[in-house]
Every structure is written in C-alpha cells, then in structure tokens.
C-alpha cells in the first residue's frame, strides 16, 4: 500500500482521568496516535472533542476518520452526541472512510439505521477472546482468533442493511462490522491496556458497581493482539482512502 501522509480526524467522545494519565501517558488522542504510528509513522492527526462540542467545520479537513469509546450510551438525549450521528451521516454520504471504536462502533451503527441496546446477558469486561467469522482482505495478517480488552454493556444488536459481521460470538455477535468499503468498526478497545483497567476498576466509579469489579479483575490476563489490530484498521484506513480517491476521478 501507498506510504504517502493521511490525516486521520479522531473525534474523540471522552477525556482521560487525571489518575489515568501515569498508565496512559496523555489524552486520547495521544493514546490512538501512539498506537497507529507503531504500524504507520505516515499518518498526521487533528483530534476534535466532540464531548465538548468539538465538530469539523469541514469533511475535508481530514482523510479519514476514528471515533473512539465512551462512557456514554449513543441513546442518551445529549446534543453532542446527535451532533456527532449527524457529522457521522454526513461523512457516510460523502464517502469518506470512517473507523468506529467501540461508542465509535455503536454510533456508527445507529447514525446509519442500525440499533443500540444494553446486553441483557451483562457486562463484557477485561480481556475478551474473539474469532475472525468472515475474513476481509484489509486483515492481514490473518489471524483466525484475537485477544482484545473490552468494557461496555451496550452493543449492537441491529445492523443497517448490507452491514457484513466480520467477528461475533453469542454474547456480542455484531463484534466487528464492515458497513461498506469505506465504513468498518468494532466494539472492542486495542488502545488499552491492562494497568487501564486496573485502576479504572477499582476507582470509585465501580463502587456501586462491585459486581462489575470482581469480573473484571478476575479477567485481566492474556496478551492482547492489539498491534495487529492497530495494523489492521491502518490497512483498512488506506484501502478505503484508495477507494475515495478512485471515486472521485471517475
């Protein structure tokens, strides 16, 4: 593929905790950078908080497009968040490439006709294993199974028409999606890591949540396959660029 510089927009949905910032060494957008450059060291970033009423005043600002996770649910009344299904619409109809993580992937879901709900089963939490159903050929290198960090209770369980479910399972079978060749998300975190977790958990945000806690720290171990992953959404990110492009010259 081209090695040629994209900027990438995050449109990022949170702020790192305070307490957070020794494990995470910066902001969101410092994390996700952090992550793609260990894959691609050609892409450029302009992050937008749109938690804080942050939106491009332009599709064209940038190349392609990150959303990223949430503690909020995509079905909240909150005027950032329809702002942002409407700027996800947008890019969708113009045909830019777009890439949702997990809020980002349940956004993204909803912004093009699919459904939200909490998972009646529970919270998936920690280190979670997941099979590859339906190989794409931005996935290389192949892998028939990946490790990946998790934390959420809402999950798609509706998709648009023509959404292809690329990984499932029976507790969150919509796991990752490919919406179009321009359009992929998924509902995991392979920006985190483990010491993220740990502290998050046993903040005191999970005090009324004990529960949730004692699942979670019991579900800390395995080695994520996140640089793949990482090399994975690059991949993606340029062959759909690719695409945008050869669309445009037609």
């Not at 260990?38 to 332009?58: C, M, W």
């Not at 529970?122 to 960090?149: C, E, F, R």
């Not at 998790?150 to 690329?166: G, H």
């Not at 060749?181 to 502290?199: V, Y």
Request: hydrophobic share 40%; aromatic share 12%; charged share 20%.
């Amino acid at each position: 593929m081209s090695s040629s510089s994209l900027i990438v927009g995050l449109l990022l949905c949170d702020t790192v905790h305070d307490y957070l910032l020794d494990s995470t060494g910066g902001d969101f957008d410092h994390i996700f950078s952090k992550c793609l450059n260990q894959v691609d060291d050609n892409f450029i970033y302009k992050a937008y908080r749109t938690h804080l009423g942050e939106l491009p005043s332009s599709l064209d600002e940038c190349d392609v497009w990150l959303i990223n996770g949430s503690p909020n649910s995509v079905y909240y009344d909150l005027s950032w968040i329809k702002n942002l299904i409407g700027f996800v619409q947008r890019v969708h109809t113009a045909k830019k490439p777009l890439v949702g993580i997990c809020f980002g992937h349940q956004i993204i879901a909803t912004a093009l006709g699919g459904k939200v709900e909490k998972n009646d089963q529970g919270w998936g939490v920690g280190m979670a294993h997941y099979p590859v159903t339906q190989a794409a050929s931005w996935m290389q290198p192949k892998l028939d199974h990946y490790n990946i960090w998790v934390f959420y209770q809402d999950q798609v369980v509706e998709l648009p028409k023509n959404a292809q479910i690329l990984s499932g399972d029976d507790f969150c079978p919509a796991f990752m999606v490919q919406y179009d060749e321009l359009t992929m998300s998924i509902q995991g975190h392979p920006e985190l890591i483990k010491d993220f977790f740990t502290k998050v958990l046993n903040s005191d945000e999970f005090d009324h949540l004990l529960d949730v806690r004692a699942q979670g720290l019991a579900n800390l171990e395995g080695e994520t396959s996140s640089l793949i992953l990482f090399t994975w959404i690059a991949n993606f990110l340029r062959q759909a660029h690719a695409t945008n492009l050869r669309s445009n010259n037609t």
